[in-house]
Nanobody
Framework: QVQLVESGGGLVQPGGSLRLSCAAS????????MGWYRQAPGNQRELVAG???????HYLDSVKGRFTISRDNAKNTAYLQMSRLKPEDTAVYYC?????????WGQGTQVTVSS
C-alpha cells in the first residue's frame, strides 16, 4: 500500500506563488509516474502537470510557463511550483502516483487565488 501526503496549499493573491509537495510512502518500488490534478467546484478533475519516472514533463496548456513540476526520487516526493497564479487556478489539487500495479491518490489540498 502507498500513502500520499500533500502539503503547501493555501490562500494567495493573484500574481502570487505557491509550492505544493506530495510525499509518497509505503510499498512503493520500481518506476512510477507522478502527477498533479485539480478539481474546481462544478468541474471535472483535470491533469495539471505530469512527470514520468525519467523526468519527462507535460502540462495543461493554461499553466504552461507558470507551473513547474519536479520530483526528488530519493525522497519519493513530487513538487508543483505555481507562479503568477490566477483566480481560475482556484481548486483542490490532488497528487497521483501511477505504479505498475495500481494508481494512488492523495487527499487533496485547497488552493485559493483571491484578492
Amino acid at each position: 500500500q502507498v500513502q500520499l501526503v500533500e502539503s503547501g496549499g493555501g490562500l494567495v493573491q493573484p500574481g502570487g506563488s505557491l509550492r505544493l509537495s506530495c510525499a509518497a510512502s509505503g510499498s512503493i518500488s520500481g518506476a512510477y509516474d507522478m502527477g498533479w490534478y485539480r478539481q474546481a467546484p462544478g468541474n471535472q478533475r483535470e491533469l495539471v502537470a505530469g512527470i514520468t519516472s525519467d523526468s519527462s514533463t507535460h502540462y495543461l496548456d493554461s499553466v504552461k510557463g507558470r507551473f513547474t513540476i519536479s520530483r526528488d526520487n530519493a525522497k519519493n516526493t513530487a513538487y508543483l511550483q505555481m507562479s503568477r497564479l490566477k483566480p481560475e487556478d482556484t481548486a483542490v489539487y490532488y497528487c497521483l502516483v501511477e505504479t505498475m500495479d495500481a494508481d494512488y491518490w492523495g487527499q487533496g489540498t485547497q488552493v485559493t487565488v483571491s484578492s
